[in-house]
């Protein structure tokens, strides 16, 4: 736990070094064609670096020496237990790293300092170090045959990987597939957003410093429709892993059958339901869960309970509870360890969630809290959590992923009737239930088309469940032993003895 004051974090962003350049086979290097762009902190607007802008020649060079390395045998026929050693100093590095790189997180995509140091980074090294201590662990298997054949079933590293990963949590979600992908034994391509790139671009250095070979980790800043494409089309490219919009995560699928048929991996959008009963033990706990549901991260979380479903019988009470709870989750300046609510990432990402607010109002939706944009005279990008009810399924608040501070009520009267608002989406990433009744919670549970339920809270779990999500949401699952599937072959072996 640190005490550093806001002013404290105010002085070392004075001070602080940030890097903006591609890093390809163990070096931080420059653009091909010396391309780069502005990456300006939504906080303020201040300009935090000139970032360079890759494109498909640096994808050219960064697979070609990724699948060099991982052909060499020096990263990828590692003994397991050695690569383990070096993913574990490699978490450490990420924690001994921890206040710069929050720093870098928090003036990079807005989020509050508490949350960058105290959520990503920790959860960050985590991710990192589970999966490594993880790997020489997890056995293969032996086929049952007759006595004079033997069958094995064993996992093999699939070969080079290219991650894209998203702006709400850059550090974290780079963490979810670089941990396993490493743990592996594959070399990877890091696509960071464009939005949010300054702490992948400096965890590869510590990658190095742990012992990762030059090589096996590269990062190359970049827009999607650039570099992004350029790797998704790559002919010696073999998994793409992504988190993101559920629209790209289609094209990323056309690009897969247009290339070499990639392995596809894909976490992609969400509008979770969070649905409350009438016997929900705690009222004033569950209140306090949906206001923190939607405003935590700014609401950009793609697991944020955006839909919130009340039982009629207590709507009206419940919803005032919900709204005074949001009052404690007040926009402030990220750089101050009190601020729990920080800026939205970019001002295109803001008009975007004022246009959806307004879009409320026009379908006839009521606003009972927040609603505007705040603190502009800073220069940043701030919009206070805001709450309409009276909300339709059918409304565009209701069935668009939003990835703002924007909470829909919407009353319901029964357990089915709840079910059927539920799973009415084209997403199948989260969702939540509320209920004292222990059948009612494991029926509903069953009957909700998501990769994750929660009961009696919102967002729990950690690095030993699976994520991911049905339908429109994507496949795959980030995160336990069954992320592992994404980053392996299965090889099967037959021997006639």
Same mark, same amino acid.
């Not at 293969?140 to 991650?163: F, W």
């Not at 970049?222 to 993101?244: C, S």
């Not at 894909?266 to 549901?293: C, M, Q, R, T």
């Not at 699952?477 to 980053?487: E, G, N, Q, V």
């Given at each position: 736990?640190?005490s ?6 105010e ?26 762009? %502005? ?64 720093? &870098?997180e ?9 949350d960058s ?5 920790t ?12 790997? @020489? ?5 032996v086929?049952?045959t007759?006595h @004079?054949?033997?069958?094995?079933v064993?996992? %093999? ?19 979810w ?12 391509i890091?696509? +960071?957003?464009?939005?949010? +790139? ?25 827009? *999607? ?18 988190? *993101?919009?559920?629209?790209i ?14 392995r ?15 016997d ?28 919130l ?10 919803? +005032? &509870? ?7 989750w007040k ?13 939205l990432?970019d ?10 607010i ?15 944009r ?11 959590p805001?709450?309409? @009810? ?22 319901f @009267? ?10 009415d989406t ?19 549970a069953k ?25 429109q ?25």
């Amino acid at each position: 736990m640190t005490s550093l004051t806001r002013a404290d974090w105010e002085q070392r962003a004075k001070t602080l070094k940030v890097e903006g350049r591609a890093f390809i086979h163990g070096e931080y290097c420059a653009a091909q064609s010396g391309a780069t762009f %502005e990456c300006i902190s939504p906080v303020d607007g201040r300009l935090l670096a000139q970032v360079v802008s890759c494109d498909a020649p640096d994808a050219e060079i960064a697979v070609a020496g990724a699948r060099a390395t991982f052909d060499s045998g020096v990263w990828s026929r590692l003994a397991p237990v050695k690569r383990k050693a070096v993913m574990i100093r490699f978490a450490d590095l990420i924690e001994q790293h921890g206040e710069e790189l929050a720093l &870098l997180e928090t003036l990079d995509m807005g989020k509050p300092i508490g949350d960058s140091l105290h959520i990503d980074v920790t959860s960050a090294a985590r991710a990192i170090r589970w999966s490594g201590e993880a790997i @020489d662990k997890i056995y293969d298997e032996v086929a049952a045959t007759p006595h @004079d054949e033997l069958g094995l079933v064993t996992r %093999e590293p699939i070969g080079v990987v290219a991650a894209i990963v998203p702006w709400n949590f850059p550090l974290l979600m780079s963490c979810w597939k670089l941990g396993p992908a490493l743990a592996t034994g594959n070399s990877v391509i890091l696509k +960071p957003s464009e939005k949010s +790139p300054l702490t992948a671009i400096r965890i590869a250095q510590l990658a190095i410093e742990a012992g990762i070979p030059a090589g096996v980790f590269n990062v190359l800043p970049g827009y *999607g429709h650039t570099v992004g494409k350029a790797l998704a089309l790559h002919m010696d490219v073999d998994t793409l892993v992504f988190t *993101g919009s559920t629209k790209i995560a289609k094209q990323l699928m056309v690009y897969a059958g247009e290339s070499n048929m990639k392995r596809v991996w894909l976490e992609a959008g969400g509008k979770s339901p969070n649905i409350v009963f009438a016997d929900a033990p705690d009222l004033k706990a569950a209140a306090e869960a949906a206001a923190g549901a939607i405003a935590f991260n700014q609401g950009e979380v793609c697991t944020a309970g955006s839909r919130l479903l009340v039982e009629n019988s207590i709507k009206e009470q419940f919803v +005032p &509870l919900v709204v005074e709870a949001i009052k404690s989750w007040k926009p402030g300046n990220p750089l101050d360890p009190a601020t729990n609510v920080g800026a939205l990432v970019d001002s295109t990402q803001m008009n975007n969630v004022l246009g959806y607010i307004q879009a409320g109002h026009d379908d006839g939706a009521k606003l009972v809290a927040g609603g505007k944009r705040v603190l502009e005279e800073t220069g940043g990008t701030y919009v206070e959590p805001t709450i309409f @009810d009276g909300v339709d399924n059918a409304m565009r608040i209701a069935k668009e992923e939003i990835f703002g501070p924007v909470l829909s009520v919407i009353g319901f @009267d029964t357990v089915e009737e709840a079910v059927a608002i539920a799973n009415d989406t084209v997403y199948g990433l989260a969702a939540a239930v509320w209920t004292s009744n222990l059948s009612k919670a494991h029926l509903t549970a069953k009957a909700l088309r998501a990769g994750s339920v929660w009961v009696n809270q919102y967002d729990g779990g950690d690095m030993t469940a699976p994520f991911g999500g049905f339908k429109q949401s994507g496949n795959g699952r980030d995160k336990s032993l069954h992320a592992f599937d994404k980053y392996t072959e299965l090889k099967a072996t037959w021997i006639k003895l």
